[in-house]
């Protein structure tokens, strides 16, 4: 855990939290027309130089159109893996609230408290399995856009180079707002379950 400093948390008790329910209900449209929107995307932005073989230029742009897709897909799912985060640390809070040892340890503040970052850093010591998703870059999608926009909303160099130093720069932002240091909780004092539920049917 490095030097990080846990808080003191009177007891041996070990506290159970609700569950993470990891959600995958956004709609995004079916997969054809999401790389249609994404050719669109490498056209307008004239990523492709000029080639005489126009042929292979067609192809060319197309395996760019199903790249943009993929990294808009990962985009949705750090973005659904942010936003089930903040609501598990929504139902925590219900949870601190209810028990006397654990009331102390969150100040009230305008929502989402920076110091709710705490949260995030649990997750990370208690070695949840995200799949690929890196929490800190999900929760600052989640901060960032409060709903996923659409693929065509982004340019190509959004979705190649520049979400993951967004989402990193949103959430440090956000965690640095804190103005005392964070009371990060012991890992071996809590549990949880971590459940994904099925997306809907499209």
């Known amino acids: ?10 007891g041996s008790a070990t506290h159970e939290l609700p569950p993470l329910l990891i959600r995958r209900e956004r709609e995004t ?3 054809d ?28 742009k197309f395996d760019l159109a199903l790249n943009l897709t993929e990294q808009y897909l990962r985009l949705i799912s750090h973005w659904e893996w942010g936003d089930s985060v903040l ?47 890196v929490i800190e870059q999900a929760v600052g999608l989640r901060l960032t856009f409060r709903h996923p926009p659409p693929i065509d ?8 180079y520049l979400n993951s130093p967004v989402a990193r720069s949103a959430y440090q932002a956000w965690a640095g707002l804190i103005r005392s240091e964070a009371a990060l909780f012991p890992p071996e004092r809590f549990h949880f379950q971590v459940v994904e539920l099925p997306g809907l049917e499209s």
């Not at 598990?88 to 110091?115: K, M, N």
């Not at 909303?153 to 190649?160: E, K, R, T, V």
């Open 153 to 160: 909303c982004f340019s190509n160099q959004f979705l190649f």
């Open 87 to 133: 609501e598990w640390i929504r139902q925590c809070e219900i949870t601190f609230a209810s028990e006397s040892v654990l009331r102390g340890l969150l100040h009230p503040d305008v929502w989402p408290h920076a110091g709710r970052s705490s949260f995030v850093t649990l997750l990370e010591d208690k070695a949840v399995p995200t799949r690929g998703v």
């Open 29 to 31: 449209g079916p997969l």
């Open 33 to 60: 027309q999401m790389v249609v929107r994404a050719a669109e995307i490498v056209e307008s932005d004239d990523v492709l130089a000029a080639d005489s073989d126009e042929r292979s230029t067609e192809q060319r």
């Open 1 to 10: 855990m490095g030097d990080r400093s846990y808080v003191d948390i009177p």
